[in-house]
């Protein structure tokens, strides 16, 4: 029914800046949310974001908060995770999600059981 491409990712310094894309194709209009995960070698994953694709909110574990913005482009079917100011401990392979019927908002930070559909990840290194 739906199916998630995420894109650019790669090597930056830190410091840097990278901006992650998720294109989503099948039946897109069906879709309330997106949420990008990460994992990182012997860590557990983590929730990072997640953007209301109805009306652009979005939330932001604390640990990138201020640094990583979630952005939606509706023409596009296309959602991108903007990140600034890039550090080692963001190195991780990152996963865009996407959810029909969960919601989020200010009140309302979806887990990973929350989605439907998932990405095949893409790589992020931050080193010097």
């Known amino acids: 029914q739906v199916q998630l491409v995420e894109s650019g990712g790669g090597l930056v310094q830190p410091g840097g800046s990278l901006r992650l894309a998720c294109a989503a194709s099948?039946?897109?209009?069906?879709?309330?949310?997106v949420g990008w995960f990460r994992q990182a070698p012997g860590k557990e994953r983590e929730k990072v974001s997640c953007?209301?694709?109805?009306?652009?909110?979005?939330r932001y574990a604390d640990s990138v908060k201020g640094r990583f913005t979630s952005l939606r482009d509706s023409a596009k079917n296309t959602v991108y995770l903007q990140m600034n100011s890039l550090k080692p401990q963001d190195t991780a392979v990152y996963y865009c999600?996407?959810?029909?019927?969960?919601?989020?908002?200010?009140?309302?930070?979806?887990?990973?059981?929350?989605?439907?559909?998932w990405g095949q990840g893409t790589q992020v290194t931050v080193s010097s």
């Open positions: 953007i209301n694709l109805r009306d652009g909110s979005s």
């Open positions: 099948g039946f897109t209009s069906g879709l309330d949310a």
């Open positions: 999600t996407a959810a029909a019927y969960t919601r989020c908002s200010a009140d309302v930070f979806p887990t990973g059981g929350d989605y439907d559909y």
